[in-house]
Every structure is written in structure tokens, then in C-alpha cells.
């Protein structure tokens, strides 16, 4: 029996803390065949996601407090922009305010993650989120 061919798949990373970006760049590719494209801020985000040419993600992995642009603001625009609205976005954040938490929920996050501080734990959690997205969620075809 042969395997199929292992997928590769596109994240963009909206982080400003280098070493966060460091541990889920690094979980990320425990995991397989990912191209992470990381940018620091809700406005080089947006930059990417619209030159043209550039790839469209499988998955937004995002903080919420970033400078320039913050995660909140980024969330409401991606999901109200017909373009972009049906890439799932992962908000993953230190906040665990409540606050926080709806407000992600009401601008149409597909999902919430607090950071945790143990770092293994902080590894099991981008690993959930990279199975869940890119392994088990349906995607649209690429063309």
C-alpha cells in the first residue's frame, strides 16, 4: 500500500512576541509539512492577505494585543471582507477575560485559545488547534 503524499498547508501567524512565534513555528512543524508566514501586527497582516499574488492561508493563527492594528480590529475586518471571511481564524492570546472571549466569539472567531504558560502545554495547544484545522476540517480547493 502506498501513502498518499503528505499535504502542505498554509498559516499565517499574527504575533508580535518573537519567542511565542518561536514555540508555534516550532510545534507547527513537529506536526509535518506547514509554511508559516509570520507578521507582527494586524496591518502587515492585511498587507500580506491582499498583495496580490500571495497565497491565501488554510489557517489565521492570531493574537489580540499587538501594535498598529490589534487582533480585535484585524478579526472584524477579515471576517466582514468577502475575500477573506472563510478563512477559520484561531485567536491565541494570554487574555482569558471574559470579555475577551465574546468579543472574539462575536466577531466570528472559529476559536478561542489562552496561552498557557507551561510550555508544554503551550505546545499541546497549537497542536490541537493544527489537528483539528488543518487535518480534520474541511477545505476549500486551492485555485
Known amino acids: 500500500m502506498t501513502s498518499a503524499p503528505a499535504l502542505t ?5 499574527v504575533e508580535d512576541d518573537a519567542a511565542d512565534a518561536m514555540l508555534i513555528e516550532e510545534a507547527l512543524s513537529e506536526r509535518g509539512s ?21 497565497t491565501r492561508p488554510d489557517l489565521i493563527v492570531l493574537d489580540l494585543n499587538m501594535p ?36 472574539a466569539y462575536h466577531r466570528r472567531a472559529n476559536a478561542y485559545v489562552t496561552k498557557p504558560v507551561n510550555l508544554e502545554a503551550f505546545e499541546r495547544a497549537v497542536q490541537s488547534i493544527d489537528s483539528f484545522y488543518l487535518d480534520t476540517a474541511a477545505r476549500l480547493p486551492r485555485g
Open 68 to 103: 498598529r492594528m490589534n487582533g480585535r480590529d484585524l478579526l472584524q475586518i477579515l471576517k466582514n471582507d468577502e475575500n477573506l471571511r472563510t478563512i477559520p481564524v484561531v485567536v491565541l492570546t494570554t487574555s482569558s477575560a471574559p470579555e475577551d472571549i465574546s468579543g
Open 9 to 13: 498547508y498554509d498559516v499565517l501567524l
Open 34 to 54: 506547514r509554511n508559516l508566514i509570520q507578521v507582527t501586527d494586524g496591518v502587515a497582516a492585511l498587507e500580506h492577505l491582499r498583495a496580490p499574488g500571495s
